[in-house]
């Protein structure tokens, strides 16, 4: 591993940096001046800067801009004081990793080195990936590996496709996926949303007018299918297509051609038909809302593709890309999620399915306001919908961790009612891969029998300090790691520590 560098011209700042850095087995290396740091980057290039803001010549700003113009995936972390409220803006519009405040706590300040090294050293690992460029279709799920599979059979096959999923989830991603790998990938790719333009006007959107056709028909217009000649038209929400364009789809879908709206003569066009939908056209078919022959038409190949929720182990992999894009599409420094956030971010169910999640990493883009996104940052609507873990909506108040480790593995107190709860909270002692709530029980009884006031704040009390002292124990003081083992953000975890009292052990 390459070393940290520190920048500042106070040399006590420097020594006791060094020696933290050096009882974490990091190694470091000092410069007084912004200068002697940027001379030496023409040799050599450190895992993380940290460099303070007030130093005689150039700066802390002024050595950030200059690094990041030619190391832009280089973590810096700017030290400045708390009242310094414009150098920190400065620093975080400059793509500052984080900013420490100064006085700091040496622990603090090692933690955060160290959460810099570890998304510097995964910068590095993913930097072959991101120079091959960013695939079409993202997905590591064997639900999406069915997908994938598919569209590779379907490359040499002119067949019409049905792709079938919840609106959201990246039907016209696969479409186009299946015009890329087909043999019409040179001709065009024509996309219409049937449920989108007025009923009046999808006639002419599809197949096209003639002069003076209609009022405001001012000219010849080419429809869709024209437009698709010797490619791919995408109809996406076909389920919602009015029923007399059904039947002139199904004509044309039968042999080629078909009339301009107000025109006499036939036209043909070559085109392959993808349509997809989010309702199921078998019931609609039942219900009389959709021709059958024509869902026998389109129905020749089926893609299911699988909500978010069915694949929620893809989540991390989209969350990193849609960030990525969305600062290189507003021309911003890339923001990086904490291991804790893209937990969060997994147990969430995300009702509006991919394009929900890309539109949550916009927002985080925009709004987030550290370079590092941890769970405290996520859309405050995710974070009042997000379950405690996979299953367990999470519970309001100072009990919420002793709540969600009594519930049972599915449903537990969540259900309705003081019976249902009983049941709930039994059915929790009685699971034998948690003998420890058979304890916990006897425990409870015993406060409730002898009228102890608080109960639920003092056994949460007691729970959270054990939980967080062991995880220090076991991480041998080291807080970011210890939040992370435990699923928690890290100002979660310093908060708890200075709330439970724990500052002192």
């Known amino acids: 591993m ?29 410069f007084g001046t912004a200068r002697e ?169 599809l197949f096209g007018h003639e002069r003076g056709a209609f009022t405001g028909a001012q000219s010849m217009r080419r429809g869709r299918f024209e437009q698709a000649d010797g490619g791919t038209l995408f109809l996406d929400e076909i389920g919602d297509m009015p029923a007399e364009l059904q039947t002139r789809l199904l004509r044309v879908l039968s042999d080629g051609s078909f009339y301009r709206v107000g025109g006499h003569s036939p036209v043909h066009a070559n085109v392959r038909v993808i349509a997809a939908t989010h309702q199921p056209l078998e019931e609609r078919v039942k219900q009389g809302l959709f021709r059958e022959d024509l869902f026998h038409r389109l129905n020749v190949i089926r893609l299911r593709l699988p909500p978010l929720r069915e694949r929620a182990e893809d989540i991390p992999l989209l969350a990193r890309h849609f960030l990525a894009r969305s600062a290189r599409d507003l021309g911003v420094e890339p923001k990086r999620f904490t291991p804790a956030a893209l937990a969060a971010l997994s147990r969430f169910p995300f009702p509006g399915n991919v394009r ?18 941890d769970v405290q940052d996520l859309p405050p609507e995710l974070l009042e919908k997000m379950p405690a873990d996979g299953h367990i909506a999470p519970v309001p108040g100072a009990a919420a961790t002793m709540m969600q ?64 002292s062991t995880a220090l124990r076991v991480t041998r003081g080291r807080r970011i790691e210890a939040a992370l083992k435990l699923g928690i953000g890290r100002n979660t975890i310093t908060r708890k520590i200075q709330d439970l009292g724990l500052d002192d052990d």
Not at 356 to 373: D, I, K, R, S
Not at 442 to 465: A, K, N, Y
């Open 37 to 205: 740091a940027l001379d030496a980057l023409n040799d050599d290039v450190p895992q993380v800067l940290v460099t303070d803001i007030r130093m005689p010549g150039a700066g802390g700003i002024e050595l950030l801009q200059a690094v990041k113009r030619r190391f832009p995936a280089l973590p810096v972390i700017v030290m400045t004081a708390y009242s310094d409220l414009e150098s920190a803006v400065s620093a975080f519009q400059g793509g500052a990793f984080e900013y420490l405040p100064k006085p700091f706590d040496v622990d603090t300040a090692t933690e955060l080195i160290r959460r810099a090294v570890e998304e510097s050293l995964r910068e590095e690992a993913s930097a072959d990936e991101t120079l091959v460029g960013t695939p079409e279709i993202l997905g590591q799920a064997p639900a999406m590996q069915e997908v994938f599979r598919a569209i590779g059979r379907l490359s040499q096959s002119q067949v019409t496709v049905m792709i079938t999923g919840e609106s959201g989830s990246g039907k016209e991603l696969v479409a186009r996926a299946l015009h890329r790998h087909s043999a019409r990938a040179s001709g065009p790719f024509v996309a219409i949303n049937t449920a989108a333009i007025p009923r009046d006007l999808l006639e002419s959107e």
């Open 2 to 30: 390459k070393p940290i560098w520190i920048v500042d011209d106070d040399r006590s700042i420097r020594w006791v940096l060094e020696k933290a850095l050096a009882r974490e087995d990091l190694p470091s290396r000092s």
């Open 356 to 373: 929900q999640l890309e539109n949550v990493c916009h927002w985080l883009t925009v709004m987030a306001p550290a370079q590092t996104v």
């Open 405 to 468: 480790a009594l519930a049972p593995e599915r449903g537990g107190l969540a259900a309705p009612g003081a019976e249902a709860a009983g049941r709930a909270a039994g059915a929790a002692v009685a699971d034998r891969s948690n003998p420890w709530l058979g304890g916990l029980q006897s425990d409870v009884e015993q406060r409730l029998q002898r009228g102890e006031p608080d109960i639920m704040q003092t056994l949460t009390r007691q729970f959270e300090s054990m939980l967080i």
